[in-house]
Nanobody, 124 residues
């Protein structure tokens, strides 16, 4: 059974930082492009960042470039999202996802497996 379990969310003040983790079981993440998405209340789920199978390539949504960093540790079967200089508009549920492909894709329908999400709330 495939499971992606996110952790590290919480409440933080604007300008603060959080590090999200996504621990995978039932699959070997080195075979997958891994991505992070987010969904704010009343909005569609949107792409945040993704990383290629062995970390050589990354892609970010424009609204997080320079603030967020995605990384992976295939030996630990875990993906991370370092979030710095957080803004109130970053408030959302953050989801980890796995895509069985070679190249990075940024659409939700491309991803095969999803976690349950972790809440990130940024206060002003």
């Amino acid at each position: 059974q495939v499971q992606l379990v996110e952790s590290g969310g919480g409440l933080v003040q604007a300008g603060g930082s959080l590090r999200l983790s996504c621990a995978a079981s039932g699959l070997t993440i080195s075979r997958f492009v891994m991505g992070w998405f987010r969904q704010a209340p009343g909005k569609e789920r949107e792409f945040v960042a993704a990383i290629s199978r062995f970390g050589s390539e990354t892609d970010y949504a424009d609204f997080v470039k320079g603030r967020f960093g995605i990384s992976r540790n295939n030996a630990k079967n875990t993906v991370y999202l370092q979030m710095n200089t957080l803004k109130p508009e970053d408030t959302a549920v953050y989801y980890c996802a796995a895509d069985d492909t070679l190249g990075i894709r940024t659409t939700t329908r491309s991803y095969d497996y999803w976690g349950q999400g972790t809440q990130v709330t940024v206060s002003s």
